[in-house]
């Protein structure tokens, strides 16, 4: 299938030394993610700090990335949010942007149940006449969106087209494998269970290390898919070391993230508090799994 591709990026905001957009620095970046394998963008998602931007901030980075891509690749915007009035708003303004998907995810801190999750998605959905991701990543929302409430989702409503699956449960992203109704895919939500995802069906994989091994990355896509499965291993592996260093313990993404696109020549800037950049230390990690993959 492949609708959007099938490594797509969660690209970084940058941001100035003022911690405003970064325009020049958006266009950079996109230049700098299309050369090196990406074959489209999800623009603020979790890694593009969505929580800290505004209403008008994530429109304009919207307006910014599809400007940047000149039809390279598919933009899809992050919309969603713990208010379903609120993410219906965005959603129709980012549509009229023209903006080619939607990436909802599930509802952060109120915790609704599984109805409540079918209700959310399904008004946003209904709002608008644009492919829409659904975003399952338990681990910062603290809620689980189920297999069954996933597929419900999908047969129901024609333009809920992929999942990006970040809950690291692989019998649940195979229940959604197994169940899936014509035209969904199921995405990868977490770098280092690509491969597993693959195998049991997923399109492909909604990256961060990609910023950085992009062309490993998508090597692997193109290794699996041709039938070289002991290759896709190997840059499965390779790709380890970066994994790591993108998420350390001590370390939120996208903080070493950026960090490492500093090292490679691609500042974005650092994060917004919260958050806070990656000390020594945790540059130290991003300094070495970038001599490891041999970026430096």
């Known amino acids: 299938m492949a609708r959007w591709g099938r490594v797509l990026t969660a690209m970084v905001t940058p941001f100035d030394a003022e911690g405003r957009i970064d325009e020049p620095a958006v266009a950079r970046l996109v230049d700098h993610l299309f050369e090196t394998g990406t074959e489209g963008l999800i623009v603020c998602g979790t890694t593009g700090e969505s ?29 969603g949010s713990n208010d379903t009035a609120g993410s219906v708003a965005l959603a129709r303004k980012a549509a009229d942007l023209g903006v080619d998907g939607l990436l909802l ?15 959310h998605f399904r008004a946003v959905a209904q709002a ?9 990543v338990p681990g910062r929302t603290s809620v689980n969106m189920e297999a069954a409430t996933s597929l419900r989702l999908a047969r129901d409503l024609k333009n809920v087209v992929a999942v990006k699956e970040a809950s690291g449960n692989l019998l ?46 998508r090597a692997m896509h193109d290794a699996f898919f041709g039938g070289d499965l002991a290759g896709a291993a190997r840059l499965h592996a390779e790709m380890l070391p970066m994994v790591r260093a993108c998420f350390q ?11 490492g696109l500093e090292m490679v020549g691609v500042p974005c800037g650092a994060p917004r508090l919260p958050l806070v950049a990656a000390n020594e230390r945790e540059r130290e990690v991003m300094r070495a799994a970038l001599g490891a993959c041999g970026l430096l």
Do not use: W
């Open 105 to 119: 995810v599930t509802p952060y801190y109120n915790k609704p149940s599984q109805e409540g999750l079918y209700q």
């Open 51 to 79: 929580p800290v931007l505004s209403s008008d901030e994530k429109l304009r980075m919207f307006d910014l990335a599809r400007c940047a891509a000149r039809g390279r690749g598919p933009i899809i915007a992050g919309v």
């Open 172 to 217: 649940q992203a195979t229940d959604i494998a197994a169940g899936a109704p014509a035209g969904l895919e199921l995405f990868s939500g977490e770098d280092g269970l690509v491969l597993p995802m693959l195998a049991i069906g997923a399109t492909g994989v909604v990256s961060v290390t990609a910023h950085l091994v992009g062309r490993r990355m």
């Open 249 to 259: 313990p001590t370390a939120p993404s996208p903080a070493p993230l950026k960090a």
């Open 128 to 136: 608008v006449d644009v492919p829409v991701m659904l975003y399952n």
